[in-house]
């Protein structure tokens, strides 16, 4: 069973940035398989923010284009984001997933991120 | 890219059947059927229980089924358990090659 686990810190201020990384199981994001990043602002519905491909090819959702980057480090089974000019509106559970041909098979637990100062 | 649109609830009484909706434009439901489904329990990770519209993983119980029409797709749970009560959401692959999801869904057992 392939796991993912976000870490990152607990609590972030406005105008700061956010870095989370998602680890996953070693060996599991192989040719064809995406890391995602999808998010849930408390009470809301789900959006996808971007994903990162085995190989570090981006795709971004519009809507963060100019503050989102994400990456993928394979040597430590990891791949991360990083989301800038924070706002409270950005405070959600992130989740980090993994897909290939456009479908998420795995899931991390997800991870609250407060925006507050 | 505005979200799908799903009824916000639906119930049914055990061993009953209940279809959930989601209905989008021709830039993402009508466009590809890159449709899936999942089931949310509070406080837990989404759970993919449907793909490619209506194609179901492995493990998932066959009382859940998926469709397609034009730009609307379609969730079935046959025989309601009380287990299945949760919050159920679809999501879809777009034409500018990002990813939109549904308003989510509250399935309530009675």
């Known amino acids: 069973q392939v796991q993912l686990q976000e870490s990152g810190p607990g609590l972030v201020v406005p105008s700061g940035t956010l870095s989370l990384t998602c680890t996953f199981s070693?060996?599991?994001?192989?040719?064809?398989?995406?890391g995602s990043w999808v998010r849930q602002p408390p009470g809301r519905g789900l959006e996808w923010i971007g994903e990162?491909?085995?190989?570090?090819?981006?795709n971004y959702n519009p809507s963060f284009m100019s503050r989102v980057t994400m990456s993928m480090d394979q040597s430590k089974s990891q791949f991360s984001l990083t989301l800038s000019q924070l706002t409270a509106a950005d405070t959600a559970v992130y989740y980090c997933?993994?897909?290939?041909?456009?479908?998420?098979?795995?899931w991390g637990q997800g991870t609250l991120v407060p925006v507050s100062s | 890219q505005s979200a799908l649109t799903q009824p916000a609830s639906v119930s049914g009484s055990p061993g009953q059947s209940i279809t959930i909706s989601c209905t989008g434009t021709s830039s993402d439901v009508g466009r590809y059927n890159f449709v899936s489904w999942f089931q949310q329990q509070p406080g837990k990770a989404p759970q993919l229980i449907i793909f490619d519209v209506n194609k179901r993983p492995s493990g998932v119980s066959n009382r859940f089924s998926g469709s397609k029409s034009g730009n609307t797709a379609s969730l079935t749970i046959s025989g309601l358990q009380a287990e299945d009560e949760a919050d159920y959401r679809c999501s879809s692959y777009t034409n500018i090659r990002t990813y939109v999801f549904g308003t989510e869904t509250k399935v309530t057992v009675l």
């Open positions: 070693a060996g599991s994001m192989t040719e064809h398989y995406w």
């Open positions: 997933a993994r897909g290939r041909d456009y479908v998420w098979w795995n």
């Open positions: 990162v491909s085995h190989s570090g090819t981006t």
